[in-house]
């Protein structure tokens, strides 16, 4: 499974950006997911999609903010963020299991990252 993320960017505070993570490969997968990691600090679990159902799990510190989804037809799993805060500053990477909880940050394969840069 290859993961392909993208959209990241430069905005200002309260502004909006939409993630995208396309996959390809084998990519038959159970749950899709967003991580972020940002200066000096571990990587956390943001969002997550179950690709059959689309049962969405969510980060406290995102929930009423971000929004993830995915459209099956394109393999493509987005993650739209709204009312971003600087805090929200990272490098968001995509990843995919085949098998496991959406509740669990075990995951198989990962994409590169993409910035996304707030400024106050």
């Known amino acids: 499974v290859q993961l392909q993320a993208s959209g990241g960017g430069l905005v200002q505070a309260g502004g909006s950006l939409r993630l995208s993570c396309a996959a390809s490969?084998?990519?038959?997968?159970?749950?899709m997911g967003w991580f972020r990691q940002a200066p000096g600090k571990e990587r956390e679990f943001v969002a997550a999609?179950?690709?059959?159902?689309?049962?969405?799990y969510y980060a406290d510190s995102v929930q009423g903010r971000f929004t993830i989804s995915r459209d099956v037809t394109k393999n493509t799993v987005y993650l739209q963020m709204n009312s971003l805060k600087p805090e929200d500053t990272a490098i968001y990477s995509c990843?995919?299991?085949?098998?496991?909880?959406?509740?669990?940050?075990?995951?198989?394969?990962w994409g590169q990252g993409t910035q996304v840069t707030v400024s106050s």
């Open positions: 990843a995919t299991k085949p098998r496991g909880s959406i509740g669990s940050n075990q995951y198989d394969y």
């Open positions: 490969g084998r990519t038959f997968s159970n749950v």
């Open positions: 999609i179950t690709w059959n159902a689309g049962i969405t």
